[in-house]
């Protein structure tokens, strides 16, 4: 059954399933997916002179639990992510910017992962990992009905791990779980084109102001870059290398791309070099990782771990 979950009742919630599930003693155990603890810490954006710094920092899903994937939604009112309220799977949730609701998208057997939106904010699309998923992409309405696979018509069974869907062009880059390869799915045309292999398990992007992909590269000299592709000539270029062990990333809406490093906050722009613009230490974040900003970028959400402050 879905909810609507406050912040405040985290703590309740998860202290009466545990009794719920204790009290069943015939019962076999639940398999508890192995995930990471993670939380959600949301900012606002101040942009001066083309850099950018975040104030006004808060952890907005403070839980024992995976929370990940952040994705704002086209009108930045609210943001997509995965978590596992339920030891033994994730769903869907949606986080309200206005009224810090929680509300439950999905609700299945399967694993959801890589929560995205239609233009219009009514068709959701995910990865599922399940015994009938197929690893894919699916799609369903906001009430977890019409579920369908995004992929059927071309057959395609390669395991998607992540991927980024351009609406406009009905085109789809998606990084392989098992072979750390790229293929271009055309959804008009019903194609499929190997794109690159050596690829990093990062979301692909679509870069702001085009309809070409961003996506995480490791080359043969090691170095990891972040490269752009170009859908219809499928020529890629560099854009910048990746300094540090963290590969995730977002882009602006004014095209410079953000990425935790550290306890710091990086950003680089065409022709200039990364520059820190921020320090998550002061709220206690550890191990900061998926950072995604809203369309208009004016918010930002990032994934850490949560810690003492200053620390």
């Known amino acids: 059954m879905k909810s609507v979950i406050q912040p405040s009742l985290f703590v309740i919630a998860v202290v009466l399933n545990s009794v719920s599930v ?56 609210t943001f997509l992510f995965t978590a596992n309220y339920q030891p033994d799977r994730t769903d869907v949730y949606e986080f309200d910017l206005a009224t810090a609701e929680i509300r439950q998208l999905t609700d299945s057997s399967d694993q959801e992962y890589s929560p995205q939106v239609s233009k219009d904010n009514q068709t959701l699309s995910f990865v599922t990992d399940g015994e009938t998923a197929n690893q894919s992409i699916w799609s369903s309405d906001r009430e977890g009905k019409n579920l369908k696979w995004v992929l059927k018509n071309l057959g395609e069974r390669e395991p998607v791990g992540y991927y980024a869907w351009n609406r406009s062009t009905e085109q789809i880059l998606f990084w392989s779980r098992y072979g750390f390869s790229l293929q271009l799915v055309d959804l008009q045309n019903n194609s499929a084109r190997y794109i690159t292999g050596d690829a990093i398990p990062v979301s692909p992007q679509i870069i702001p102001g085009t309809d070409n992909f961003s996506f995480v590269h490791r080359q043969g000299n090691g170095e990891v870059w972040i490269k752009e592709l170009n859908p219809t000539t499928f020529s890629i270029r560099p854009l910048v290398m990746i300094e540090g062990e963290n590969h995730h990333y977002a882009w602006t809406p004014n095209g410079s791309i953000l990425m935790a490093q550290g306890a710091k906050l990086k950003q680089w722009s065409p022709g200039s070099k990364w520059e820190a613009v921020a320090d998550f230490t002061e709220l206690g974040m550890q191990s900061p990782t998926r950072v995604a900003i809203s369309p208009d970028g004016k918010k930002l959400a990032v994934v850490a771990v949560e810690g003492k402050p200053g620390r």
């Open 22 to 77: 204790l009290a069943v003693q015939n019962d076999p155990p639940e398999q508890v997916l192995e995930l990471p603890e993670c939380d959600i810490y949301l900012f606002d954006v101040v942009e001066e002179k083309n850099l950018i710094s975040i104030v006004n920092g808060r952890n907005v899903t403070q839980r024992v639990g995976y929370d990940n994937q952040p994705w704002f939604t086209p009108n930045g009112k």
